[in-house]
């Protein structure tokens, strides 16, 4: 069950491990056909995948449609394990419909805390959480985060994070990746790759410009997937001029993004899973954010900055050296597993299924 594209991305792993033996439930809450490519063999039939087009509206319209629409799906798969992926409206919608059907649920990616009340997403987690049978956690901190919650041990498994494998997947190969570069005039190591979509930095026009022109000021060249998000914040404030010095891309299929990231110096990046994509590429980010769900990734990979000077010194930091700092973290293990956390879920899943 999942909602967005990350969600599915991180899905797929898991789709692929049951086969046939799963539903896949997509409320489309929000749609980028290059999603399709990722949709290949060992992915569910036709009729076995429901594309709900829940659609944008405000949370509370979106998430009471989404859980009426969930409802009906579940209905169709009755004694059914149901596994919601991540902290959007749509999990949260997923974990509401399993509960009220009386349907046992799994939570992957569980335990993720910001300690942030302003982030719609942090009451997502914790009410998933608390309403989860089983909490499949991608680290040990989060495992933390449950047991201070009161979350029964029992009902708690650290798997590592599916992006692992989903990554691994779809990265290209090294000739196509460089074939990706030459197509877009770049080579490795000699730009910066920037995404800003979050609310909190796009919908306020100052923040929106700080960020814009700390990235102008960085020594490379910066390229920038333009969100639709971020591309609408632009056109309403009249900030369009700021992106003149920046490289400006349309937004890219996953596979792509992945090669762009895995060649650049740096990744700036107020996206949650840049952050624990960055460590499976072994590549330095800095997270624009006032707070962060996933804090594994600092003194190591990257570093938590809020809109201001500090991307840029923090930037110059990372630029300083990019061939040492490649080299240092190419042997660093990413904090977010070894690419075996659909077995573990599995796992997991099935315990939980004898138990029951």
Known sequence: MCGTRPELIKLV?????YGEN????????HYDPSLCTL???GFPASHRFHELEIGSARRGIQLGRAIS??????????DRVVLVQGDTTSALAGALAANAQGLPLVHVEAGLRSHDRTMPEEHNRVLIDHLADLCCAPTGLNRQNLLKENVAPQRIAVTGNT????????LPCAADRAAILAARGLAEDKYVLATIHRPENVDDPHRLTTVLRELARLPLPVVLPLHPRTKQSLERFGLTPLLRPLRVLEPEPYPTFLAL???AALIISDSGGIQEEASVL????VVVRRSTERPEIFGTFGALV????????EAAAWLDDVAGHRERLRDLPSPYGDGAASRRTAEAIEKLIQAG
């Open 282 to 285: 072994k590549r330095p980010v």
């Open 69 to 78: 629409a969930v409802d009906e799906a579940l209905a169709a798969h009755p």
């Open 22 to 29: 799963c539903a896949v439930v997509y409320t489309g809450q």
């Open 39 to 41: 949709l290949d063999a």
């Open 163 to 170: 992006v692992v494998e989903a990554l691994r997947a779809a």
């Open 261 to 263: 990231a895995a060649a």
């Open 306 to 313: 809020v809109p201001g000077p500090r991307i840029s010194t």
């Open 13 to 17: 792993p898991l789709v692929r491990w």
